[in-house]
């Protein structure tokens, strides 16, 4: 870590709990790499702190943070001023604190679809695809998924089918483009018919490696992207059975790097260096959790 001085201004991310993140790994990659005087630290916020940790941003002017759970709808009471696309998405991940402003954003829209650009191989996304989840993360996939005019069709499917129906109905409000429905062994059916599968299911996560969201697997199919947001462990059931089908997986480590640069690029207004922080948080992934 380059020497810390009194000009050094401090980044991090609040959470409860944080010791688990690979946030401060990514950044101080990135603050390394482009030889900055800047610092990224993890602070744990227990969630009767919050508004004290906001006040505290002001008063040692904490240049920005990132937000994660279980804060990121809490805080955004707290804000000045919220972006139109966290407003929409309804959930804060970044915070910049730029003269004595406290601005919300949520960067995880931008991470996806960038990393199904990038890594995914789609400069144009298929007609119909898949969305299996219906939690906090869905809603920014959801949110970025209805910024491309291609999409027609949005299969939202979820295990509490209620979710799924109030997330469409949230950001798809005519119910034109998002069709809600239940997680559950017919859904082979439906996924079969998209060209891109997300999974924003935690299903697969650590500690259950052998869990896959889809009880059948036949319906993934070559011609498929699939992207499995969870990315511990980095390749997911999903993905193996997706590799198998002649599909083509995509794991969620480029939305997790890019996500993260786009909150780096809006603090330091600097271009982040993606790669460095893709392998710096592959590194911290790589390490058993303490
Ligand atoms: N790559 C990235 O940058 C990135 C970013 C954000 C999150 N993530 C990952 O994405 C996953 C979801 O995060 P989140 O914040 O959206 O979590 P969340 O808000 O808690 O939502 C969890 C989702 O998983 C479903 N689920 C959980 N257990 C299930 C089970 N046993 N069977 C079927 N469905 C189940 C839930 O369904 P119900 O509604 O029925 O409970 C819900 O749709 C996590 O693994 C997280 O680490 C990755």
Redesign the pocket.
Same mark, same amino acid.
Do not use: F, H, K
């Given at each position: 870590m380059a020497q810390l001085s009194g000009e050094t201004r401090v980044l991090g991310v609040i959470g409860h709990p944080v010791g688990h993140t690979s946030s401060p790994a990514m950044h101080n990659a990135a603050i390394a790499a482009l030889g900055l005087d800047y610092v990224y630290v993890a602070f744990p916020v227990r969630p009767e702190d919050l508004g004290q940790a906001l006040a505290g941003i002001r008063a040692l002017q904490i240049r920005g943070l990132n937000v994660t759970?279980p804060h990121k709808v809490g805080v955004m009471a707290l804000l000045d001023e919220i972006s139109p696309e966290a407003r929409t998405i309804g959930a804060v991940n970044t915070i910049d604190h730029s003269e004595g402003r406290l601005i919300g954003h949520n960067t995880?829209a931008f991470?996806v679809m960038q990393s199904l650009r990038l890594d995914g191989g789609l400069d144009k996304l298929p007609l119909r695809v898949a969305l299996l *989840?219906?939690?906090?993360?869905?809603r920014a996939i959801l949110y970025g998924l209805l910024q491309c005019p291609e999409v027609e069709n949005v299969a939202l499917l979820?295990?509490?089918a209620d979710?799924a129906e109030a997330l469409a109905a949230a950001l798809d409000p005519e119910g034109r483009r998002v069709v809600p429905g239940t997680?559950d062994e017919h859904s082979g059916k439906v996924v079969g018919q998209a060209g891109l599968l997300i999974n924003?299911?935690?299903?697969g996560?650590h500690p259950h490696p052998d869990?896959s969201?889809l009880p059948d697997p036949t319906c993934l199919h070559p011609g498929m992207v699939v992207l499995d947001?969870?990315?511990?462990p980095l390749e997911t059931l999903l993905l193996r059975q997706a590799r198998q089908a002649g599909a083509r997986p995509v794991d *969620?480590?480029g939305?997790?790097a890019r996500?993260g640069a786009r909150a780096f690029a809006i603090w330091t207004g600097m271009e982040p260096p993606v790669e460095a922080m893709r392998a710096a948080a592959l590194e911290r992934l790589g390490k058993p959790s303490a």
């Open positions: 759970v995880d991470g *989840g219906a939690g906090g993360a869905a979820n295990r509490t979710r997680l924003s299911t935690s299903m996560m869990a969201p947001i969870v990315y511990n *969620g480590l939305m997790l996500q």
